[in-house]
């Protein structure tokens, strides 16, 4: 059975760091991976997604990278902004169509 | 292009009552999936509809049931409301059938059962 785990839990960093958020999966047998950002309260908002073929993707200050083997995902952030504050969120897609979504990581980024 | 949309935004429903969700897919989209997602965890997949029939269920009981129509457009209905209900329901869409495809959400209805 497949398990995401999402390492910290909940983060607060100064405007300006660059940070790194850690989503760890049990079965490598996965097609894609997805980032996902949620407002308190709101749906989802799809960052970047990998499929299993490749190591990473980026879009702007965002970088995800996947290590199936090992079954890690980090996405990096780069110069974090106050408006960065939100929960992040990995899932994993396996041959079930269904995503297996981690408890998310509270990020508060302050001025 | 129009992005997956919900109704309504939230309601507030007792014990043993019954309530329908909706969700319109985006345009092209012919795979319907419906999560939820009770407060401080991650979305769990209830089930995927494709083409109209369901193909795909979670660890759900029976009394969460779902349809979709010709326009691809979708309802999940749940039945005998219980206190643990309340949570928050995603529907997404993606352009068809197959983990290979992004899954696209929409913005969540709130459901409070008391």
């Known amino acids: 059975k497949q398990e995401v785990t999402q390492i910290p839990a909940a983060l607060s960093v100064p405007e300006g760091e660059n940070l790194v958020l850690n989503c760890s999966f049990t079965?490598?047998?996965?097609?894609?991976l997805q980032w996902f950002r949620q407002d308190p309260g709101k749906g989802l908002t799809s960052l970047l997604l990998?499929?299993?073929?490749?190591r990473e993707q980026t879009s702007g200050r965002l970088n995800a990278s996947l290590d199936k083997s090992s079954g890690r995902s980090t996405l990096y952030i780069a110069a974090s902004q106050p408006g960065d504050s939100a929960t992040y969120l990995c899932?994993?897609?396996?041959?079930?169509?269904?995503?297996?979504f981690g408890t998310g990581t509270r990020l508060q980024v302050f001025p | 292009e129009t992005g997956v949309t919900q109704s309504p935004t939230h309601l507030i429903k007792t014990r043993g009552q019954q309530v329908t969700l909706r969700c319109s897919s985006q345009?092209?989209?012919?795979?319907v999936s419906w999560y939820q997602q009770a407060l401080g965890q991650g979305p769990q997949f209830i089930f995927q509809?494709?083409?109209?029939?369901?193909?795909g269920r979670g660890n759900f009981p029976p009394r969460f049931s779902g349809l979709q129509f010709p326009n691809y457009s979708s309802e999940l209905n749940v039945n005998a409301l219980e206190l643990d209900d309340s949570a928050l329901y995603l529907c997404?869409?993606?352009?068809?059938?197959?983990?290979?495809?992004?899954?696209?959400f929409g913005p969540g209805t709130r459901l409070t059962v008391t």
């Open positions: 997404a869409s993606r352009p068809s059938r197959g983990a290979i495809y992004e899954q696209y």
């Open positions: 079965d490598s047998a996965i097609y894609n």
């Open positions: 990998i499929q299993s073929s490749q």
């Open positions: 899932a994993v897609a396996g041959d079930t169509d269904k995503l297996i």
């Open positions: 345009s092209g989209h012919n795979t």
């Open positions: 509809y494709y083409r109209e029939e369901e193909n």
